[in-house]
């Protein structure tokens, strides 16, 4: 795995060498986190989630493996001024160790690798085409991007002017496992988004819809039936000083029921699982707010609540919901205190309701005074407590099975490039 990751990393870089390029035209940048963390207990850091939630709920000192990610892009023409004419070609590598011990072997994945170019003429339109990430805004607090994220493998035309934004279309795909006398069966997404739609000097929206279907086949005595799904969202974007508010609802519909390309490609036709990933729907409310009151103090604080029917015949309905805050208060440039508190709630018919609440502390050293500064060091202590209910499905055969509650700390490092 590492040789042919090195392999695709030079065969890369070297074919650069086979046109002419100008000045300054490889670019890198990334994502990096790493440290170590111990339980209460003694043991390595225990990772802890409330079943049925998103993303990483309330993640400082709650990431227990070390990831990374790097992008390399060759301009193979740059814009001088930002608004000229461009054509790039990238590629980005991930990896994720357990960060147990110095000698580890960690699996590297290609989450990227497309080209992009445009502007060319008196067109604003741009193009790309390959795989990449596919997704707008981010909940940082809860690892979770939440609006739009339907990175895949497609292409697609952007920046196509309206007269109230800009329209951006794409078609993504994402081929599952399952063989009929079609070939491999997947799912095939048609994704508009107009962004940039002015209300006011500070406020803005962004519309996304999408349509997805999986084509139906037959091996042997299997049938398989298509299916379909949509999806449609509204993010509001108002400009605060020193931050932001995003406010943002959506619903999916069958395919697009989870607002991703991982609908299931192929369920034979008559199924359950067919009639219920048909008749699957939720609607999702998230609150976001990056704000600095004061000179010294800056924090994030986010809501979000999802109503989900999963299709079932019985105990169809779920509302998942939590709420957070990450403060962050300056001593100087460099030396900051990070807090993170937010609380969380499963809630399915017929079954108990399973909470989760989480605290944490970090004392931390950071590039720059902001929020968003990074790199950062820190060390951190974190406890979590969940409700009866949770006890056995919450570190499911690890030290705190039988318990309501836990602890970590440790040291982390992160940054973004």
């Known amino acids: ?91 980005r590598l991930a990896a994720s160790a357990d960060g147990h011990t110095n000698w580890e072997a960690p699996g590297v994945a290609m989450r990227e ?32 991007y939440y609006f739009a994220d339907t990175s895949g493998v497609g292409g697609g ?19 599952g496992t399952t063989t009929s006398e079609i070939g491999r069966h997947g799912v095939t997404l048609w994704d508009a988004r107009l962004k940039d739609i002015k209300i006011t000097g500070k406020d803005k929206l962004m519309i996304w819809a999408g349509y997805a ?19 449609f969202g509204v993010l509001w974007d108002r400009s605060l000083v020193g931050g932001f508010n995003h406010f943002s609802v959506l619903y999916g519909k069958g395919l697009l029921d989870e607002f991703s390309l991982y609908g299931t490609a192929a369920l034979e036709k008559g199924s359950e699982g067919h ?11 998230v609150e976001h707010l990056t704000l600095k009151p004061l000179e010294n103090i800056e924090f994030h604080a986010a809501a979000t609540m999802e109503l989900r029917d999963y299709g079932t015949q019985t105990a169809a309905r ?12 300056y001593f100087t440039d460099h030396y900051q205190l990070a807090f993170q508190a937010g609380y969380s709630v499963v809630d399915r018919q017929l079954e108990k309701k399973r909470t989760l ?27 979590t407590f969940w409700n009866r209910a949770n006890r056995g499905q919450i570190d499911n055969g690890g030290p705190y099975e039988s318990e309501t509650s836990a602890s970590n700390w440790g040291l982390q490092g992160e940054v973004w490039f």
């Open 1 to 91: 795995m590492k040789f042919k990751s090195i392999v695709v990393i030079l065969t890369f870089l070297l074919s650069f060498s086979a046109y002419p390029l100008p000045g300054n035209f490889l670019d890198y940048f990334g994502y990096m986190r790493a440290g170590s963390g111990t339980n209460g207990k003694g043991g390595d850091q225990v990772c802890i989630s409330n079943g049925g939630a998103s993303g990483n709920e309330f993640r400082l000192g709650n990431e227990c493996e070390n990831y990374g990610e790097i992008a390399f892009r060759g301009n193979h023409l740059k814009s001088k001024t930002g608004n000229g004419k461009f054509f790039y070609s990238q590629i």
């Open 113 to 144: 690798l497309y080209f992009e170019g445009g502007r060319f003429g008196e067109l604003p339109l741009t193009y790309w085409a390959g795989k990449r990430f596919y997704r707008e805004n981010d909940l940082w607090m809860n690892d979770w």
């Open 157 to 175: 035309v952007g920046n196509i002017p309206t007269g109230i934004g800009k329209l951006h279309l794409a078609q993504l795909r994402e081929v």
């Open 213 to 231: 279907n999986s084509p139906d086949g037959k091996q042997w005595a299997i049938e398989y039936d298509s299916s379909k799904g949509h999806v």
């Open 275 to 285: 009639r219920i990933q048909e008749k699957s729907n939720r609607l999702r409310f």
């Open 318 to 329: 779920e509302i998942w919901y939590n709420v957070g805050v990450s403060p962050l208060y």
């Open 357 to 383: 609440t989480r605290f944490a502390i970090a004392p931390q050293v950071s590039v720059s005074k902001s929020i968003w500064g990074r790199p950062q060091l820190r060390a951190f202590y974190a406890k």
